[in-house]
């Protein structure tokens, strides 16, 4: 099945389940993907996806931007040109451009920028904290589903390696968040009192990294 939505063609796959709702999402790929029940016809399917043009909107511009991001490079939301200069022998950078000399120099070049990032971010907010924790070993990976990790027993912060490519306010909210799992290992109305204390606008940075 293919849907048109302002003048762009989208397909759209359709699982049938034994659901009683029909869920929508989009898929990377911009395939709009519906599981609905065994009696759902194309025509209701249609008339569902006219009646949700604003839904459709923001999860096709979500994944687009997403998209960007993992092509792009990126360092705290600005967008940097890469170019390829073998005669270099090191990383440069002018303006909002990148020359290097290959790509492998390059990922080494990014992976060492982000650890002395993180962690001068991490030494940077664990002073702000009056309560007694400890200062965390910091490891830092690709994650698909969470931007942070706290593991209170060993003493050491995950973050999500992809946090170099957002803005520094919400490196530091996610630095924040899983600090303060060392005084809460929760998510109860004082754990996030405590996150509030340190990073006030905490709601609408979390919300942004949602979208």
Request: with cysteine; charged share 35%.
């Amino acid at each position: 099945m293919k849907y048109i939505l302002d003048n762009k063609e989208y397909d759209v796959e359709i699982v049938k389940k034994r659901n009683k709702k029909t869920y929508v999402r989009v898929k990377e790929d911009l395939t709009i993907h519906i599981t609905t029940n065994f009696f759902a016809t194309k025509k209701e399917i249609k008339n569902l996806l006219d009646n949700n043009h604003d839904f459709l909107r923001g999860a096709i511009e979500k994944r687009i931007k997403e998209r960007e991001k993992e092509n792009g490079f990126y360092i705290f939301g600005e967008k940097y040109d890469v170019i390829v200069m073998p005669q270099f022998k090191n990383i440069k950078m002018v303006d909002k451009v990148i020359y290097t000399p290959d790509a492998t120099k390059l990922d080494a070049w990014l992976k060492k920028e982000t650890r002395r990032i993180f962690e001068d971010r991490v030494r940077y907010n664990y002073q702000k904290f009056e309560e007694s924790i400890p200062f965390p070993t910091v490891k830092i990976r690709k994650m698909k589903t969470r931007w942070g990790v706290c593991n209170k027993k060993r003493e050491y912060i995950t973050l999500n390696s992809n946090l170099i490519k957002e803005t520094v306010d919400k490196l530091d909210y996610v630095i924040i968040h899983e600090l303060s799992h060392f005084v809460h290992f929760n998510h109860s109305k004082e754990f996030w009192a405590l996150v509030g204390k340190y990073c006030p606008k905490h709601k609408e940075i979390r919300k942004e990294l949602r979208e």
